[in-house]
């Protein structure tokens, strides 16, 4: 997937749950300042510092105003890859910031969202000091989901934890269990458009298969506090969609090779009308009793007989 897909996609989860993401990634906010009463998402591209400078392009700025007329200015950026992060471009993005918006507390947050294990961290902090003097000192919140467990998110309230669960980490033994406690907890805080929205999320991310899907559906299923979901992807038509067309395709590919089994045994274009239009409409169950019967078979009359 793209870089800015994936940008734009994780900055959706932030769009459309700001205050959860907040609560979920820098609750000291809500406990210093007390009651949020405005969101605002700036978007503006930082000033360039020389007209040669390429573009600077924020992530995701977020200005929260809170009961006791502080401001809250959060960026957050997100990196797949953390070979392009750059701490020196993210202060440059914090300093414009904190320029245009001198009266808000800036907190820069990176999110890392691989899934691969690190075994060289990124710089945490930059320091420039001497003789005693601390001229610089820069550091930002830090955040690799594959660092969290994703167990210890089960009985988060939010919905932002459950959209990004399947991204942290778990062992594989336990991810038909993670994937239904993401899609349980979406459905239960989220609104149904959103939950629609972000079950396709959490797919993409976990990169479900279809098997897997519906192993999932199985398992919620046998779940009684899942019973309501169950129902609800059922109606959505996210299980029988995929299972049908994953038959559908299987048996369409079946009746290609059963043909050109039969064109190699009997000669090329073998079948007449009304033969194709058999193979066309047979039932797996059809093409398994030919499939043995082209082995012995003397023409392609006794392929096909009825008995």
């Not at 992530?59 to 020196?88: C, H, N, T």
Request: charged share 30%.
């Amino acid at each position: 997937m793209p870089q800015e897909s994936h940008d734009h996609n994780f900055k959706n989860v932030f769009l459309d749950f700001p205050r959860e993401a907040l609560e979920l990634l820098y609750p000291q906010a809500l406990e210093q300042y007390g009651e949020l009463q405005e969101i605002t998402f700036v978007r503006q591209e930082p000033r360039k510092h020389h007209l040669s400078d390429s573009a600077l392009a924020l992530d995701m700025p977020i200005l929260f105003r809170f009961a006791r007329g502080s401001l809250l200015l959060w960026l957050v950026e997100f990196q797949e890859d953390k070979e392009k992060f750059s701490i020196y471009k993210l202060l440059r993005y914090t300093t414009d910031l904190m320029e245009a918006h001198p009266d808000a507390v800036v907190v820069p947050t990176v999110l890392f969202t691989d899934r691969k294990a690190w075994r060289k961290d990124v710089p945490r902090q930059l320091e420039s000091s001497f003789a005693g003097t601390n001229f610089l000192h820069f550091e930002y919140v830090h955040l690799k989901l594959f660092a969290l467990h994703a167990k210890d998110y089960y009985n988060v309230n939010n919905p932002v934890a459950k959209i990004l669960m399947p991204k942290m980490q778990y062992p594989p033994s336990e991810r038909l269990e993670v994937l239904r406690h993401a899609y349980l907890g979406l459905y239960q805080l989220a609104s149904r458009a959103k939950f629609e929205k972000y079950v396709d999320f959490i797919d993409v991310y976990a990169e479900v298969q279809p098997e897997e899907q519906k192993a999932l559906y199985d398992d919620i299923i046998e779940h009684k506090e899942t019973a309501m979901l169950a129902q609800y992807i059922k109606d959505l038509g996210r299980v029988e969609g995929r299972v049908e067309g994953e038959v559908a395709g299987e048996v369409k590919g079946r009746q290609a090779i059963l043909q050109r089994q039969l064109n190699k045994r009997f000669g090329q274009n073998i079948l007449d009308f009304h033969l194709q239009e058999r193979l066309r409409k047979a039932t797996p169950e059809q093409l398994d009793l030919w499939a043995e019967r082209i082995l012995d078979a003397k023409n392609v009359d006794e392929v096909f007989k009825d008995n």
